[in-house]
Each structure stands twice: as C-alpha cells, then as structure tokens.
C-alpha cells in the first residue's frame, strides 16, 4: 500500500491539473469610474530662532583726557592736577575722562525670530 501513494498522488495532480484546464475562463474588464479631480494639499511651517548676544569689552590700562576751553592746561595733564581758568569771568568749558582697568562696555542682546510660511498647492487630473 505504501508504494501505491506516490502513485496515487501523481494521478491526482494530473487529474487536477487537467480540470482546471477544462474550466472556462472570465475576466472582468476594469474601468475607472471617475473623469477628473482633484488634490490640494496645505503645509504650514514655522521656525522660530532664539539668540541670546552678550559682548563684554575690557581696558587693562588706564585712559586719561582733558579738553576745554578758556582752560589753563598743564603740560602734563593727570587725574588731580590743578586746571583753571584762564579769564575770569568769561564762558569755559571743562571736559576730564578717566578709563582705568575692568570693563568698558557691555552689550547685551536678547532677540527672537518667528518665521511663517504656507504652501498650498493644487493638482488637477482628467481622464
């Protein structure tokens, strides 16, 4: 018995194989059932961009400045040296700087940037 299914699964095969050849065949035609359309598609974006900007500018010497008018400036200008006025009672002006060492100045900048931007876009097909 065990040598007949070998047998017995071949005729089988050939039996379906056989069948299957002498079913008719149908196949359904397929047709779109639209004529035209269409697709819009939107995309917004946004950006948004933060900078924080800190500058710190530093003297590590000393600056020193006099300027005026009617004015008696010594030949050696310095912080406590004696100026004055060469024509009492006449208009002047006085102007004494000093820088010495640290910071000079500092600059602090603190921003942000919004950035829109919409898309829209629109395709059309026909058949």
Avoid: C, W
Avoid at 12 to 27: A, E, K, N, R, T
Avoid at 71 to 78: G, L, Q, R, T
Avoid at 93 to 108: C, D, K, N, R, V
């Amino acid at each position: 018995m065990m040598k007949d299914l070998p047998l017995a699964l071949l005729l089988g095969g050939l039996l379906g194989v056989l069948h299957g050849f002498s079913q008719p065949s149908h196949s359904a035609s397929v047709v779109p059932n639209f004529t035209r359309g269409t697709v819009t598609a939107e995309t917004t974006t946004t950006q948004t961009i933060t900078e924080v900007i800190r500058q710190i500018e530093y003297t590590t010497g000393e600056s020193y400045t006099v300027s005026g008018t009617n004015i008696n400036i010594p030949d050696v200008p310095k912080p406590g040296a004696n100026y004055t006025i060469i024509e009492q009672g006449a208009p002047f002006q006085f102007t004494e700087t000093y820088l010495g060492p640290g910071i000079a100045s500092e600059t602090s900048i603190d921003r942000t940037t919004v950035t829109e931007s919409y898309t829209t876009s629109i395709s059309v097909f026909t058949q």
